[in-house]
């Protein structure tokens, strides 16, 4: 229930009389206004007149009597700002506050109580939420200043987060205006820019609970940065929070847990909440089924980006703690298959390989098994005879591109309904999901798979030519010759490359020209166009920028800058070994290895 809306003037709100302080929750966003936004704030204040509206803010009233606060839901971008501008005219003005008149002296301190609370814990009337040092900062910055003391240590980097950068903007666009102006002037101006921002109107709206509050929050919320999906979701929660018997830090908390366990990338968090509710679709829609309503799935068919938020914004109304524990539950083991979580399992490794050969579309598949793996009986060991199994599927779906990688999602989802529907168990288990991946409909047979290896397999998928050529050189390695073909660089880039042994590039050189085509440049652009990008053609290697255009027998005896090791084809691959030992290198050579290659791959990634 909203409790009350009021229009303030700034110094109302930041009241220097005041015995109370406004809090963000650390479940709150970041502070985030850039530069524009605070040059539209300090404009909008300058050139406007006195009680310029300036925007909202929601709070809830907490604490007591004697110690009150109010929690900020939304409006603390805006409240962060205002609070930093004055604290650059504060700095400002104390630099004159010998000269003040005595009209003015009370200034200084009361601007210094707006910035200011005896009950606030941190002395600061607003204390900021506690991401990215945000608190630390403005903490460090109030004693910098003098308004405070504090032992905060200045944060490594504190320049160059938005709460000093901010800081320093408000300082620059002062002296930027003050230049030139004697003391009498500056005070004079300082004293009309505070007065601005003191007459600046704000309008506070105080609700009685986090419920009211977050569906508030949600229908004024349409400005400044768009919300996603997830960040509704956590909303949501929030707001549901105290009517399920659950605390907001807790709630935050479990939620902060969930999303450390899907790393900070967005699009594998909500590739996450697919694959959930798609997995589990079944037991998800079972509370929502009823006589009168037929629908098998009342919460959809399947997830997608466009429908994610009313299912789960279902699922959370339905049981918030129910609902936690499962998400979270599935959280950490989706960790495992992105390999955030470091632990070492059975079948670690068999997850780095699946994926190196981009086999997340099966993630749905392996959390329902590793979710129920007591209710299925099945064991670590066959859980990691399915993570390979998976990847040799993809192997072949990969290179040939069937099926379609709009059908992977109806794929996995019907092979977990064919599970419950027979009630497998075990090794039933494991039968039924190699019969259905298997299916002609669901798998590229020999002939297609061989035809798409045949072909130019470089420039129809990178990503999985790669793959299938590390596997082929790590398959002579032994513990003692081991080397890691996926590290790579602080750049994020591969070490070991895809490496073309008859160059790709147009501009053939004279070398290759009378090599691969007795110098017949015409020939030799034909060969370019058919052969370049065959799999006999490619191989890896770990420094494939300083071979490039090279003749082959300088990329064949290529050494390291100290001249003690070889780092062309000579490196000790055993993809390389072939071709280490060649004097030149022909069409023929290409079909030839094509060939062997191709037979090579066929037989280790026969399916099932």
Not at 242 to 256: A, G, V
């Amino acid at each position: 229930m909203i409790q009350s809306v009021n229009k303030y003037h700034i110094y109302e709100i930041l009241s220097s009389d005041g015995n109370f302080y406004y809090t963000i929750p650390k479940y709150q966003r970041e502070y985030t206004w850039s530069h524009r936004e605070w040059e539209a704030l300090y404009d909008d204040i300058s050139e406007n007149n006195d009680e310029y509206f300036i925007g909202s803010i929601i709070c809830i009233p907490l604490g007591d009597a004697i110690n009150p606060y109010l929690e900020v839901i939304d409006g603390q971008q805006r409240l962060t700002t205002i609070s930093l501008f004055l604290t650059a005219i504060y700095t400002r003005l104390k630099e004159y506050k010998d000269d003040l008149s005595e009209d003015d002296e009370d200034v200084i301190p009361s601007l210094r109580k707006s910035l200011k609370s005896k009950n606030s814990p941190n002395e600061m009337k607003l204390v900021p939420q506690v991401q990215n040092f945000n608190k630390d900062d403005f903490d460090y910055l109030l004693t910098e200043v003098g308004l405070r003391k504090s032992t905060v240590p200045k944060r490594a980097y504190y320049p160059m987060r938005k709460i000093a950068r901010c800081y320093t903007y408000f300082l620059k666009r002062l002296d930027k205006e003050m230049e030139g102006m004697d003391g009498h002037n500056a005070i004079n101006f300082l004293l009309g820019k505070y007065n601005k921002v003191k007459q600046a109107m704000l309008v506070k709206i105080e609700v009685s609970t986090h419920s009211d509050a977050y569906v508030l929050f949600e229908s004024l919320n349409n400005r400044g940065t768009p919300l996603t999906a997830i960040d509704l979701m956590k909303n949501l929660i929030m707001a549901r929070a105290e009517s399920n018997n659950l605390t907001i830090d807790d709630c935050f908390n479990r939620w902060q847990m969930l999303l450390g366990n899907l790393s900070d990338d967005y699009g594998i968090q909500e590739r996450f909440f697919r694959h959930y509710y798609n997995a589990f679709k079944h037991r998800l829609n079972e509370p929502f089924q009823s006589t009168n309503d037929r629908k098998k799935d009342p919460l959809g068919v399947v997830a997608t980006r466009s429908n994610l938020l009313n299912i789960f914004e279902s699922l959370i109304n339905k049981d918030l703690p129910s609902f936690l524990d499962d998400i979270l539950l599935c959280g950490q083991i989706y960790s495992w298959l992105i390999l955030q979580d470091s632990t070492e399992t059975t079948y670690r490794k068999a997850l780095e390989d699946l994926d190196h050969i981009q086999g997340a579309p099966s993630y749905l598949l392996l959390m329902y098994v590793m979710r129920n793996k007591k209710e299925l009986t099945v064991t670590e060991d066959q859980i990691n005879q399915l993570i390979r199994l998976l990847a040799k599927y993809f192997v072949r779906r990969n290179i040939t591109d069937y099926p379609n990688t709009r059908d992977l999602t109806r794929i996995f989802m019907d092979i977990i309904s064919k599970i419950e529907e027979s009630n497998s168990v075990g090794n039933d288990v494991m039968t039924l999901i190699v019969d259905i991946l298997s299916i002609p409909a669901n798998c590229a047979s020999d002939e297609q798979f061989r035809r798409s290896l045949e072909g130019d397999v470089y420039k129809d998928n990178v990503g999985a030519t790669r793959y299938i050529l590390c596997k082929l050189a790590e398959s002579a390695m032994t513990q003692e010759t081991w080397t890691d073909l996926w590290r790579r660089t602080d750049k994020k880039v591969f070490v070991w490359t895809i490496e073309h042994i008859f160059p790709e590039g147009e501009n053939i050189p004279q070398c290759w020209v009378d090599m691969i085509a007795n110098g017949d440049k015409n020939l030799a652009q034909k060969y370019l166009e058919e052969y370049t990008h065959k799999i006999g053609n490619l191989t890896i290697t770990g420094y494939n920028s300083t071979l490039g255009n090279k003749s082959f027998e300088e990329k064949r005896d290529r050494k390291s800058k100290d001249g003690k090791r070889f780092i062309g084809y000579k490196n000790g691959l055993e993809i390389n070994r072939g071709i280490a030992t060649k004097d030149t290198w022909t069409i023929e050579d290409i079909k030839t290895r094509t060939t062997a290659l191709v037979d090579e791959l066929i037989e280790i990634y026969e399916f099932p």
